[in-house]
Nanobody, 126 residues
Framework: QLRLVESGGEMVQPGGSLRLSCAPSGSTLDYYAIGWFRQAPGKEREGVSC????????NYADSVKGRFTISRDNAKNTVYLQMNSLKPEDTAVYYCAADYDPWNICRLSPNAMDYWGKGTLVTVSS
């Protein structure tokens, strides 16, 4: 059982930046691709970005390309989502999720994920 813990969510003004972190509790992320997903009130959960277990493959939703960057530091057992130029429509609960990854690819689909964190709230508002 892989337990994931997100951190870094808070309220920020439009145009601001945040960095979210995803780390496991008592385990390792070495075998997993990691995805970031978000869910705004009244909307379905959507994929934001994902990164393969070795970090060589990444994917981004069109809505965040050029603004968000996913990365991972396997030595620190942590995956990051750097979010720049934040917009009010980025407001959501952000979840990280893990997908067992034998092929070193990532799949930005909620149905592909094996484990989920409980989420961290990002609010973009003036």
């Amino acid at each position: 059982q892989l337990r994931l813990v997100e951190s870094g969510g808070e309220m920020v003004q439009p145009g601001g930046s945040l960095r979210l972190s995803c780390a496991p509790s008592g385990s390792t992320l070495d075998y997993y691709a990691i995805g970031w997903f978000r869910q705004a009130p009244g909307k379905e959960r959507e994929g934001v970005s994902c990164i393969s277990k070795m970090g060589g493959s990444t994917n981004y939703a069109d809505s965040v390309k050029g603004r968000f960057t996913i990365s991972r530091d396997n030595a620190k057992n942590t995956v990051y989502l750097q979010m720049n130029s934040l917009k009010p429509e980025d407001t959501a609960v952000y979840y990280c999720a893990a997908d067992y990854d034998p092929w070193n690819i990532c799949r930005l689909s909620p149905n592909a994920m094996d484990y989920w964190g409980k989420g961290t709230l990002v609010t973009v508002s003036s």
